[in-house]
């Protein structure tokens, strides 16, 4: 009973890193894709006001899945770091990278140093969630297990692809969302629109990946394909759809606001319908939570100090991401003032 408990705490802190970190590797995705220095200007200005406050702290849901997993479920920790060791350390160096990349690009005078550093976190905040998708992959398609060693086959098969682009699309739709509610907050008219678009540019490309994703899975990861069309998993890959086709309609009806929640429900649904989806498996088909889990008095503990983070640490979020929606964490500059279109 009690490592079902932390197993759940642990899926869902992995959906919130999907939908707080993945916010951000979308914003970075759009970065990549704003174009020349000129074209580029307007959107990228936008992306550094909206992330400045936040960026951050969406790494902690990273670090408590780590620790979830090197805790609760060691067996688990060590088997998929083994065989994914460099999937997940190209992850590693890519969030390195994204980071040092965003903190120096703004303060950075010279036109060069700021495309240097602008490209590095462009460029990894694309590989880093695919890396980390195709890890998922691996476990997902059941290529791994206790004992496994690492091999490419583990993160390069077609399971993994496929977790690596659907990572890649949901943070380009979280990252295109929440930056058409920042532009209107800012009072960048002329990019409300943009990613607007964008985001439902992004929202078709998930509906056309998660088609192709049924025949991967159903080849390449049947045990899994077999939870996502049937029970409680089909019931929440549906919930997940009707909320992505609830962000479509407010999108296009211009209620930027509301589709933040829908679509980070959607993400976060569907990420909830792949964990029961493999139920009772942590790897399927080898290794179970009942088997992968530590010492019950170990789980029982780390229960305790989950909830302890939850009660110190939630409020404090809530209140971070709030403020950030209202826009009283960073007023703009004199010099972001005199933007063509801002205010």
């Known amino acids: ?29 759009w970065d990549l894709l704003a174009g020349g220095a000129e074209r580029g200007r307007r959107p990228r200005w936008l992306i550094d006001h909206a992330m400045a406050p936040v960026w951050e702290v969406n790494n902690v849901w990273l670090i408590f899945v780590l620790v979830l997993m090197w805790t609760g479920f ?43 550093y602008g490209a590095a976190f462009a460029i990894s905040s694309l590989l880093t969630p695919y890396f980390l998708g195709a890890a998922v992959g691996g476990v997902a398609s059941g290529r791994i297990a206790p004992g496994t060693r690492a091999s490419a086959d583990a993160w390069a098969n077609p399971t993994s692809v496929l977790a690596g682009l659907l990572a890649i699309g949901a943070s380009a739709f979280l990252g295109a969302v929440f930056l058409a509610g920042d532009a209107r907050r800012l009072g960048a008219d002329d990019l409300v629109g943009y ?15 998660a088609g192709i994703g049924l025949g991967v899975t159903r080849r390449d990861a049947s045990y899994v394909y077999q939870g996502l069309t049937d029970g409680s998993g089909f019931l929440f890959v549906l919930f997940a759809a009707v909320c992505a086709l609830a962000t479509a309609w407010t ?80 007023p703009q500059a004199e010099a972001d003032l005199r933007e063509p279109g801002g205010r």
Do not use: H, N
């Open 195 to 209: 990613f607007r678009r964008r985001a439902l540019a992004a929202l078709g490309g998930l509906a056309v990946l």
């Open 74 to 116: 060691p067996t688990f920790f060590q088997t998929v770091f083994t065989a994914m060791w460099l999937p997940l350390a190209l992850a590693a160096v890519g969030l390195v990278l994204r980071g040092a990349g965003f903190a120096f690009r703004k303060p950075t005078r010279s036109l060069a140093g700021r495309r240097l």
């Open 251 to 330: 999108l296009a009806r211009g209620a930027t606001g509301w589709a933040r929640v829908t679509a980070v429900a959607a993400v976060a649904l569907t990420v909830l319908a792949w964990g029961l989806a493999q139920r009772p498996y942590l790897i399927p088909t080898s290794l179970t939570v009942a088997d992968g889990a530590g010492a019950t008095t170990t789980l029982r503990w780390l229960m305790l100090v989950s909830l302890v983070a939850v009660v110190l640490v939630g409020p404090a979020l809530g209140l971070l991401y709030w403020l950030d929606a209202r826009g009283e964490l960073e």
């Open 1 to 29: 009973m009690t490592e079902a408990l932390v197993a759940w705490v642990l899926l869902l802190a992995v959906a919130a890193y999907l939908c707080g970190g993945g916010t951000d590797y979308g914003a970075g995705f």
